[in-house]
């Protein structure tokens, strides 16, 4: 069976992301294959970048481009080039924050984030109650084939 996955360009700003998880990266390629799968499509001639930033380098972007500055888990900025779908960026500190806040692991919600950023690259959104209902029920389904929790449930 050949790979639907996309292409993986990782761009590690903080080295300290993987210290705490060295098999970050395959990890990450996991969980975008099993959501191609999932999703039914094909994104092996695509690329996405994957950005393991801090909460300094997010809040800026979160700033520029959004008008809030203040740190966010997760950025994702789609590419206008035919084969890339765009960057999902990441802020370690506030990562690390919320799965300790949320009792989960650290990878667990990373993989999370990579997934809720990757479906905003394809157009999935939270801004109505049923769009965040269908994308809420995407991250799910996807999570529980890799083995996480579901994220929304109440403990």
């Known amino acids: 069976m050949s790979t639907k996955k996309p292409i993986v360009n990782f761009i590690l700003h903080h080295k300290i992301w993987t210290k705490r998880v060295p098999s970050l990266r395959e990890e990450i390629s996991s969980a975008l294959e099993k959501t191609a799968e999932i999703l039914d499509r094909d ?3 695509t690329e ?3 950005v393991l930033a801090d909460d300094t380098e997010v ?3 979160n700033k520029t481009f959004r008008n809030r500055d203040k740190p966010t888990n997760v950025l994702s ?3 206008e080039q035919k084969d890339e779908l765009g960057d999902i960026i990441l802020a370690y500190e506030t990562v690390t924050r919320e799965a300790e806040e949320n009792g989960v692991s650290p ?3 990373t993989l999370h984030l990579i997934i ?3 479906l905003h690259l394809l157009g999935y959104d939270h801004e109505h109650e049923n769009e965040a209902k269908e994308m809420e029920n995407m991250e799910i389904r996807i999570l529980k084939d890799l083995h996480i929790n579901n994220p ?3 403990k």
């Open 48 to 50: 996405v970048s994957v």
């Open 43 to 45: 994104f092996s001639e």
């Open 152 to 154: 929304y449930e109440d």
């Open 77 to 79: 900025f789609p590419s």
């Open 116 to 118: 809720h950023g990757f």
């Open 107 to 109: 990878l667990d919600h």
């Open 59 to 61: 809040q800026d972007l």
